[in-house]
């Protein structure tokens, strides 16, 4: 479920909405695409899958919540950039389930009930904010309280040994939803969380046991590091280039040596634990995909975020 719902995020931040009606001729399999229908397949089978009692999407798991919060990510965002009335009420019913499960004060753990964790609330936070820039309900306070554990949490992990640098991009992240309308001192309170993504900025490791080729902290970094410093801070600017560099030199062009499954995409390297190995190629290709959007993402929650000021 995940990887299905980064690919419709993936089409719908390059504008490729379900109403979509180009298409283009597969250099691989020479079959005609359209990628209209494609988008309009991958929503309509997230929808299938909604459930009529409360609204959630993803079955019980142990990452029940984080295929929650990429679905309703996905259903906002169709909403937003479509106007669409079908996509209205079934986004506005996964918002009400992600609150639900929301833990008051502080964030989301990976399934209901479970404890709180970095991680999938990053991901149902960026699921409530485009909720409101689209114009949904949600509950203001619910999400006051997600922002301020994450920025916390996130921003106050920066100087453990032992945490990852995830943290960090994700109260980055945080700091820039508390303080969309008003930059000053931003640089100053995020100097640390910004080293320390600059540490561990984007590098391929050929090992593919090494837990640096994480393409879900890669968008993370990429977006919060875009939000807080970007376009022309330093730190973004650094960023971008070893992001930039790192996926073009490892991505997979097409063409008659390459397999129907691979070309163009990403490797599914890192950890065998790893979100990336239980998702995939789709799961890698996608994030990836939306990580180098973010340059010029369509006006949607990964894209009004950004201050018109700078």
Excluded at 80 to 90: F, K, L, S
Excluded at 113 to 141: H, N
Excluded at 250 to 271: I, K, M, Q, R, Y
Excluded at 278 to 284: I, L, M, P, T
Aim: aromatic content about 8%; charged content about 20%.
């Amino acid at each position: 479920m995940s990887a299905t719902s980064l690919a419709v995020l993936g089409f719908l931040g390059a504008g490729q909405t379900p109403s979509n009606r180009a298409s283009y001729l597969d250099p691989v399999t020479g079959d005609e695409m359209r990628q209209g229908e494609v988008v309009r397949a991958g929503l309509k089978w997230l929808l299938a899958e909604q459930h009529a009692l409360d609204g959630g999407v993803a079955q019980p798991s142990d990452f029940e919540l984080l295929e929650d919060a990429l679905a309703t990510l996905a259903f906002c965002e169709a909403y937003g950039i479509t106007n669409a009335v079908a996509y209205r009420a079934p986004a506005q019913r996964a918002v009400k389930s992600l609150e639900a499960a929301h833990v008051a004060g502080l964030g989301w753990g990976w399934s209901r009930g479970a404890e709180s964790a970095i991680e999938p609330t990053f991901w149902c936070l960026l699921a409530l904010e485009s909720a409101k820039i689209d114009g949904l309900e949600v509950d203001v306070e619910a999400l006051a309280s997600a922002r301020a554990w994450v920025r916390s949490h996130g921003l106050g992990a920066v100087r453990s040994s032992s945490a990852h640098p995830k943290e960090a991009a994700c109260g980055l992240l945080a700091l820039a939803f508390e303080r969309r309308n008003a930059k000053e001192n931003r640089a100053e309170v995020a100097a640390d969380a910004c080293a320390a993504l600059a540490a561990r900025a984007p590098c391929w490791d050929p090992d593919p046991s090494c837990s640096g080729n994480d393409s879900t902290y890669w968008f993370m970094g990429t977006l919060a590091l875009f939000q807080i410093d970007g376009p022309n801070g330093a730190s973004w600017k650094n960023w971008r280039r070893q992001l930039a560099d790192t996926l073009h030199m490892n991505h997979h062009p097409g063409g008659a040596e390459e397999t129907v499954c691979a070309s163009g995409s990403w490797d599914v390297l890192g950890e065998a634990t790893s979100r990336e190995r239980v998702g995939g190629r789709v799961y890698v290709t996608a994030m990836n995909v939306l990580s180098l959007e973010i340059y010029y993402r369509y006006a949607s929650a990964l894209g009004t975020l950004r201050p018109s000021s700078r």
